[in-house]
């Protein structure tokens, strides 16, 4: 895939674009924001990693300018800024994801993987489908190999997340984002529980739950 | 109305009053004893002077004598200076007289008799102010002066004087209470502004009114230190942005070398990159925490106050802590209302909560309780967070909310010491009150949150 970074910290962007080069991406680097703009306007990517604090142009100013010519690229923002509300700020000024400084790799690839795959259209006819795991987006109800699981709200939108997402790795900080509808820090890997509990519920009749850990990254359902 | 009567220039109003009416009075009494008092005494002592002459007349010289007198006494020398007498025979006979009527006992004392006098058609009011003596024989002689006007004036005066003094009174209080307005109304402008610097607007000022006056004076002063406050808290606040973007990234670049050394086989982690890692995360966490709480408690938290439900937001953050709590054997019970709105930040609030039930999982007893309850009272919302488990100390309990402060009995689990700062930072943030209650290993939490936001509040900080 495509993606654009821009990030003016010679060394993280050195880190950065060597990660995504090794999971098989092909990055372009800007180092400033004027060029960064430049790039964003003549060239055409699958994913922008976008840093906020830029000399030059303002890495937000980039994001309206690309908003502004209802360009859709999905943009992932990074930025030492880490508050909860910096984040509503940045998804508000059009961004995709945001990401504070720092982060693990592992988390930032799991992000990029997310957001390009979100550029496909994707088709929401209420059912999606894992293997013999069946989910009734409207009805909120799943079904194993036929048989009914009685989930929580918040079980059924972990599950949902990492079905939409099979192949991918959701990290913790992501299913905090999506299913849970507040802002907030937890003190504690307070999802792993959710998790476990989400594992013991698929666990029917003998068959194994279909959610693997990734250490050091997060969860996900392998195709 | 009780704030009428506390306030200073209202008292100042009444005090004033008060000393005005006491400095009247005794106006009024100086001007009644020269106007009345002191005529009076003087006719009375001219009177009582010419009761012993005529005494003396009556002993020495005999009836006729003293008749004579006394109707020679009578002539109208002037019109104003009108003397008066009746001489009475023992017998009851009236020798001599010019007043139209006496008292039929006789009298000690001085007493006034109305002796009207008809003059060419017409009548002249006369009052005389009489003493009369009984002679051994038993004749009676009442001897009088006109003090008509002196009696006249010493009654209107003491007539006047309880509503000049309710008048008086009348217009203090009146004069207190648009004084206390007036200046109450300038305090509050002032109370305002600062409540507006309190809620995190640094920029704003104290409104001059322009006239110069002492206010104007004060508010000029307190604007000279709110901006020096806004200077110095600016250069804080960039500080600690700057520290944190220099901490973030060599935190990000050693992630980043962490990253670099597993990225080909995961089996190259050893514990000590492991150990590394975990620690990075620690600091990671509590340099978030501590810029998070620094920004709440300085107003910058770009907070969205809306209608929440508070009993909602705590379902939720029981939810979210419940198969933690399981894990533990714990049991979390919500008491209170279905519903309960409030003004408040939603996601703040969630944090809060969340913090707070995350402390009660960790340090409650295996098996124990956790009871969360949720009131009504009045225009406030009280939220209690009950459990038993690690003992607090009462000292301990005033200190929690300090930055990096952990209980003796806690210091081996894990946490930074920051959870309770946040919640406080959050409570205040809301203008409400966050109490720690220890009681040996059982400890109560209570946030009180008023249900409206004050008007002024509730606007954003300006960056």
Redesign the interface.
């Known amino acids: 895939m495509q993606i654009l970074l821009i990030e003016d910290?010679d060394?993280?962007a050195a880190?950065?674009a060597?990660?995504l080069r090794?999971s098989g991406h092909v990055v372009t680097h800007c180092r400033d924001g004027r060029h960064g703009l430049m790039q964003v306007s003549s060239e055409s990517y699958d994913v922008i990693v976008l840093d906020r604090?830029l000399p030059h142009v303002d890495g937000m100013k980039i994001l309206a300018a690309l908003r502004a010519t209802d360009d859709e690229t999905p943009v992932l923002l990074i930025s030492?800024?880490?508050?909860?509300?910096e984040r509503?700020?940045g998804l508000r000024a059009g961004g995709d994801d945001y990401l504070?400084?720092?982060?693990?790799?592992?988390e930032l690839l799991a992000r990029v993987d997310v957001l390009a795959r979100r550029k496909a259209p994707v088709v929401e006819s209420g059912f999606l489908h894992h293997a013999d795991i069946e989910i009734d987006t409207l009805a909120r109800i799943v079904r194993r190999a036929g048989q009914r699981i009685e989930l929580?709200s918040?079980e059924f939108g972990l599950l949902v997340e990492l079905v939409r997402n099979v192949g991918r790795v959701v990290t913790r900080s992501m299913l905090l984002e999506r299913v849970?509808?507040?802002?907030?820090?937890?003190?504690?890997n307070?999802i792993d529980?959710?998790i476990?509990?989400l594992r013991k519920k698929l666990e029917i009749e003998g068959r194994a739950s279909p959610i693997q850990t990734v250490?050091?990254a997060g969860y996900m359902i392998t195709p | 109305m009780k704030n009428l009567f506390r306030s200073l220039s209202f008292r100042l109003a009444v005090t004033y009053a008060a000393l005005f009416c006491g400095s009247l009075a005794l106006l009024f009494a100086a001007f009644f004893w020269l106007a009345a008092s002191r005529p009076l005494g003087a006719v009375r002592t001219q009177v009582s002077a010419e009761l012993a002459e005529m005494e003396t007349v009556y002993a020495e010289e005999g009836m006729r004598e003293l008749a004579e007198r006394l109707e020679a006494r009578a002539r109208p020398t002037s019109g104003v200076d009108r003397a008066f007498h009746a001489l009475i025979a023992a017998d009851g006979t009236v020798i001599t007289s010019n007043l139209p009527s006496w008292p039929s006992q006789v009298q000690t004392g001085f007493y006034s008799i109305e002796a009207d006098v008809y003059l060419e058609g017409g009548e002249i009011d006369f009052s005389a102010l009489s003493r009369e003596r009984q002679f051994p024989d038993g004749t009676r002689l009442i001897v009088g002066r006109d003090a008509e006007v002196v009696e006249d004036r010493q009654e209107v005066l003491l007539a006047t004087f309880p509503v000049l003094i309710a008048l008086v009174l009348l217009l203090a209080v009146s004069g207190g209470y648009l004084m206390s307005r007036a200046i109450g109304h300038r305090i509050e402008v002032i109370s305002a502004a600062a409540r507006r610097v309190m809620g995190g607007r640094l920029a704003a000022r104290v409104p001059v009114h322009g006239s110069g006056d002492d206010f104007d004076r004060l508010s000029h002063t307190l604007n000279l230190m709110l901006e020096q406050n806004e200077v110095l808290f600016e250069s804080v606040r960039r500080v600690s942005?700057n520290i944190?973007?220099e901490l973030?990234?060599p935190?990000?670049?050693?992630?980043?070398?962490l990253?670099?050394a597993t990225?080909d086989d995961?089996a190259d982690?050893t514990s000590v990159m492991r150990e590394a890692?975990e620690e990075?995360a620690r600091l990671?966490?509590i340099?978030?925490?501590t810029?998070?709480i620094a920004?709440i408690e300085g107003g910058r938290?770009?907070?969205g106050f809306a209608a929440v439900d508070l009993a909602t937001i705590v379902r939720?953050a029981v939810?979210?802590?419940e198969?933690?709590a399981?894990?533990r054997h714990l049991k979390i019970s919500v008491e209170g209302p279905a519903t309960l709105s409030l003004s408040a930040d939603?996601?703040l609030l969630?944090?809060a909560i969340?913090?707070l039930l995350?402390n009660a999982v960790?340090y409650s007893l295996g098996g124990s309780m956790i009871g969360i309850t949720l009131r009504e009272e009045d225009d406030r919302a009280r939220l209690e967070i009950d459990n038993e488990g690690l003992p607090l100390l009462a000292a301990e309990a005033e200190q929690v909310t300090e930055r990096f402060f952990r209980g003796a009995a806690a210091s081996d689990l894990?946490?930074h010491g920051l959870?309770l700062t946040l919640v406080a930072a959050i409570v205040q943030r809301h203008e409400g009150e966050l109490k720690v209650h220890a009681n040996g290993g059982h400890t109560k939490v209570a946030i009180v949150l008023r249900r409206r936001r004050p008007a002024d509040a509730s606007t954003k900080p300006q960056e």
């Not at chain 1, 504070?100 to 592992?106: E, G, N, T, V």
């Not at chain 2, 935190?251 to 070398?257: E, I, N, P, T």
């Open positions: 910290d060394a993280l880190h950065v060597n990660g090794q604090m030492a800024l880490g508050d909860v509300d509503v700020k504070p400084k720092p982060f693990a790799m592992s929580t918040r849970w509808d507040y802002n907030f820090d937890p003190q504690t307070i529980q959710h476990s509990n250490r050091g | 942005d944190a973007h973030r990234t935190l990000s670049r050693v992630l980043a070398v990253d670099d990225a995961a982690e890692r990075l990671q966490a340099i978030n925490a810029l998070r920004r938290h770009d907070s939720d939810e979210l802590y198969p933690a399981a894990l939603r996601d969630f944090q969340s913090n995350d960790k894990p946490g959870g």
